[in-house]
């Protein structure tokens, strides 16, 4: 007979599961220093390299951000879920963003005038 602390033991249970190993998948793709628009379980993860506003709470265009990132998988998450940030993420495509990586629920956009700068005056 096996005792229940014996999965304590247990290499699966310290396993990191899929779905977080393809949120850092997703999220080591933005840059430090960038403006992000998160749904609210992944902006924690970026809070201490880059410029983070809540996905949901203003419209994408009026924060400038550079990336939307959002984890639709979740259907409950305050201010919006699921169906709802597949709206929004429908939007950002329709407003200039465009996919650059899904992953297991998890969608990032960029902006598509991003790396479009004139190199030959310095970028400006």
């Known amino acids: 007979m096996h005792s229940p602390l014996m999965r304590l033991v247990s290499p699966g249970l310290w396993r990191e599961p899929v779905h977080a190993l393809a ?14 628009a998160a749904s609210n379980s992944l902006a924690p993860h970026l809070t201490a390299r880059a410029d983070v506003s809540l996905l949901g709470i203003l419209p994408v265009d009026a924060v400038a951000s550079e990336y939307v990132v959002a ?3 979740l259907a409950a998450q ?3 879920g699921g169906d709802s940030l597949r ?3 429908a939007e950002a ?26 190199v030959s005056d310095g970028g400006r």
């Not at 949120?23 to 992000?36: H, W």
């Not at 899904?102 to 990032?108: F, M, N, P």
């Open 23 to 36: 949120a850092e998948a997703v999220l080591d793709r933005i840059p430090s220093g960038a403006r992000v």
């Open 71 to 73: 984890d639709t998988s």
């Open 78 to 80: 305050w201010p919006v």
């Open 87 to 89: 709206e929004l993420l």
């Open 93 to 118: 495509a329709g407003s200039g963003y465009r996919v650059v990586a899904e992953e297991d629920g998890i969608t990032l956009l960029s902006r598509d005038d991003l790396g479009r700068l004139d």
